[in-house]
């Protein structure tokens, strides 16, 4: 049998936008996703917008009841900044209200509350400001994480400034899957600088807090992997490491930003326009725990037409793709749990064995209404055996030492998921969006109950 550490932590992750719902009441002012909703709907799946979501703001009584019953024992959710501080400044009391009965549930049923500040969810009203683009967006969100340890740092003990920062500068800046759909490498990599700030400067304020507690940041890192062992892939490699892995890992643990990224990006025409006392408050506020978000591996090898200086990522690196693979065919994506171990290791070996914990990880499958049993359960043994074998080589990298903490599945209920909206499902329970967003227990749900209880299988 595969035995885990005393005391690790066994549970799900979601987010505030992905689940509350109540998008636009409540005191709480629009975000990104709102707006583009509106401006929008055609770019979203079958016109499921963020206002109501999973409904988690009616219904979180009854989904921490039920935490306990798939072996919980703890939850990764955000909060949203644009409930909280609808203008930025002035503070919403409803919100408040929310947030300190949501999370006193989970202690009442012992669930250790990790709360995150951000999850793609820009205010509206800041975007018109120009987003993560305008240096004022350091201090805002300072601001934000300042006022949310003061509401609720008797509550929450552990907490993360971002989720996936990588996310929200590739598909707002690059890729447009997120808001504002542009397509600009330089104002990305200065999205990217301005959300390190702000990262840097929550903790700073989390630090003057003196809350009892510990703070960290969810990153999707892992290391990439080269076609071949050619000088020219080898390269590739390196680019994809310091823009996509290295990029956040070492400021926010090490204190520093890579030379070689600094060199990458000046070599480019992509320096992002810096303060003068930036280098030092990186070097004074490093984390105190690492979440890692990992679903799929990054193949990579030199590109086939490139220009110089780079006006995409893919003039630096392309996506290789490796003709073993083994394939979500619902997502595309490559199913790889070796990845894990090899994450470990890059944990223990380049960032001083910091705590870390898998922060996501999961399947997500369309359709999952065809795998109902006459008990009216899905059968997601497909999810089951996912997270089996991904759990394997964690448990792995954890026998050679790694200072892994918990294993966090996404997702706990259903969840809507931006522009996808519900196309795929990755809960542990489904949500009937026809019939009072019911919650039933999927297979999963009963195999990660005795998961946990067995801490192993």
């Not at 522009?419 to 227990?441: A, C, I, P, Q, W």
């Amino acid at each position: 049998m595969i035995k885990f550490p005393d005391n690790f932590l066994w549970g799900a992750a979601a987010s505030a936008p992905q689940t509350e719902g109540h998008s636009s009441s409540d005191g709480k002012s629009p975000t990104t996703w709102d707006e583009w909703f509106k401006l929008n709907p055609e770019k979203f799946n079958d016109g499921q917008g963020p206002q109501n979501t999973s409904n988690v703001y009616e219904m979180y009584k009854e989904d921490v009841a039920n935490m306990p019953k798939v072996g919980m024992n703890s939850y990764r959710t955000s909060i949203s900044w644009a409930r909280l501080l609808p203008d930025g400044k002035n503070l919403n009391e409803e919100a408040v209200s929310f947030y300190r009965y949501y999370f006193q549930t989970m202690l009442d049923n012992n669930i250790e509350p990790i709360i995150n500040l951000f999850h793609f969810d820009m205010p509206w009203w800041l975007m018109e400001k120009g987003g993560w683009e305008n240096c004022d967006s350091v201090e805002a969100f300072a601001f934000y994480a300042k006022t949310a340890f003061e509401q609720f740092g008797d509550l929450v003990k552990t907490w993360s400034t971002f989720n996936e920062p990588l996310v929200h500068i590739e598909c707002g800046y690059l890729y447009q899957f997120h808001y504002p759909a542009i397509v600009d490498f330089k104002k990305a990599v200065q999205v990217g600088y301005h959300t390190l700030m702000a990262h840097v400067c929550a903790v700073r304020e989390f630090r003057n807090s003196n809350i009892d507690g510990k703070i960290g940041i969810i990153l999707n890192v892992l290391p990439a992997y080269s076609r071949s062992d050619s000088e020219e892939d080898l390269k590739a490699k390196e680019a994809a490491d310091l823009l996509n892995t290295y990029s956040f890992l070492d400021p926010t643990v090490l204190g520093v930003i890579p030379t070689k990224l600094v060199e990458l990006l000046r070599d480019n025409n992509l320096t992002p326009d810096i303060q003068s006392t930036d280098k030092e408050l990186i070097a004074q506020n490093t984390v105190d725990y690492i979440g890692l978000n990992y679903y799929q591996p990054r193949r990579v090898k030199a590109p086939s037409n490139s220009q110089h200086p780079a006006k995409m990522p893919s003039d630096l690196y392309e996506s290789y793709d490796w003709p073993d693979k083994k394939i979500n065919p619902y997502r595309g994506w490559e199913i790889y749990p070796e990845a894990l171990y090899d994450v470990a290791i890059m944990m223990r070996d380049q960032y001083h064995n910091i705590p870390w914990f898998v922060s996501e990880n999961g399947m997500g499958v369309a359709d999952e209404q065809r795998f109902k049993g006459k008990d009216g359960m899905i059968d997601d043994q497909y999810r089951i055996d996912f997270m089996k074998e991904h759990l394997e080589y964690l448990h792995k990298g954890i026998e050679a030492g790694s200072n892994c903490f918990g294993y966090h599945v996404w997702t706990y209920v259903d969840c809507w998921s931006w522009l996808n909206g519900y196309r795929n499902r990755y809960g542990l329970f489904s949500v009937d969006l026809e019939n009072h967003y019911k919650r039933t227990m999927k297979k999963s749900g009963l195999w990660f109950k005795e998961l946990a209880d067995n801490n192993g299988f």
